[in-house]
């Protein structure tokens, strides 16, 4: 399980091509291993009970270099 830490959480309204409004979530993480970066959430995801176990597999996702140098 990858650890992470919540840098900032905002959220944006975007323009749909059709007129409507899409709200986004983004999100900045620093992973256990010190990298940052931001990930993107869309508003479904971030209302369900999939936000942790999203979370963790983009903090995982940025761990990825971390793990791949160490194994060399």
Do not use: C, H
């Amino acid at each position: 399980m990858a650890k992470f830490a919540v840098e900032s959480a905002n959220r944006q309204n975007r323009l749909r091509p059709g007129g409507g409004v899409k709200t986004v979530y983004v999100v900045w993480l620093r992973s256990g291993q010190g990298a940052t970066g931001q990930v993107e959430i869309s508003e479904d995801v971030w209302e369900s009970d999939q936000l942790g176990e999203t979370l963790q597999a983009e903090a995982a996702k940025l761990d990825r270099a971390f793990d791949v140098a160490a194994s060399l």
